[in-house]
């Protein structure tokens, strides 16, 4: 897998990525600490030699976010949601933080305590869910999408999600370079401009692991 291409990765901006059934229930849903899935927690070197810690996103993570969020330079922030969009409103920070860990999830990278990258998976539908994530300017081609794409397949999976899809645009090629040299069989097509990205992620790719039923 080659690591070297980690910009930014948008699907469709996340307030239009939940079915009608999962977003009439985004505002009410909390992180539910007993919930919290700490086995998803991990210590990880990147093929670049970076050392990051991975683990979920929490709902006291609203402050951190917002302060990642505007750091991240214009170019990333448009790759990200479409538009120009410096600031996370109140509604977005606490949607992007309070996930239920199965139909929403969202991993978040830090180094020495610095939150520098967020991946994120909503279902859209039984075994389908739309990825994206967002890599700090300064970790840049340090292998962090690509980590994250890993751990967010490897997550999805075990909550029985067969198949990821993104929306990227077509300008952001280094993105699309790591959905096309990832261990995935990824396949494209042009929608309005947009490049629309799907692949399985099923037993094929993690066949040592038992998807759990019913989640």
């Given at each position: 897998m080659t690591p070297k291409?980690?910009?930014?990765?948008?699907?469709?901006?996340?307030?239009?990525?939940?079915?009608?059934?999962?977003?009439?229930?985004?505002?009410?849903?909390?992180?539910?600490?007993?919930?919290?899935?700490r086995a998803l927690e991990c210590d990880v070197t990147t093929m670049l030699g970076t050392t990051v810690h991975v683990r979920p996103i929490r709902a006291d993570d609203g402050d951190r976010l917002?302060?990642?969020?505007?750091?991240?330079s214009p170019e990333s922030v448009y790759f990200r949601f479409f538009s120009?969009?410096?600031?996370?409103?109140?509604?977005?920070?606490?949607?992007?933080?309070?996930?239920?860990?199965?139909?929403?999830?969202?991993?978040?990278?830090?180094?020495?305590?610095?939150?520098?990258?967020?991946?994120?998976?909503?279902?859209?539908s039984g075994a389908e869910a739309e990825v994206a994530f967002v890599v700090a300017d300064k970790w840049h081609h340090h292998g962090v999408a690509t980590l994250l794409l890993e751990l967010l397949a490897q997550a999805a999976w075990m909550c029985g999600i067969n198949t990821f899809v993104a929306s990227t645009l077509l300008e952001n090629r280094e993105m699309l370079h790591v959905f096309r040299h990832s261990r995935f069989e990824v396949s494209t097509h042009f929608v309005g401009g947009l490049v629309e990205v799907r692949f399985p992620i099923g037993p094929v790719y993690h066949h040592h692991m038992e998807p759990n039923e019913g989640s």
């Open positions: 291409r980690d910009r930014v990765v948008s699907a469709r901006p996340d307030r239009t990525v939940l079915n009608s059934r999962a977003s009439s229930q985004v505002d009410t849903q909390a992180t539910d600490v007993s919930d919290y899935p917002a302060t990642f969020h505007q750091e991240l120009p969009h410096p600031k996370l409103t109140p509604s977005e920070i606490h949607r992007f933080t309070h996930v239920d860990f199965a139909d929403r999830l969202a991993l978040v990278v830090e180094i020495e305590g610095r939150m520098v990258a967020i991946g994120r998976y909503d279902r859209t």
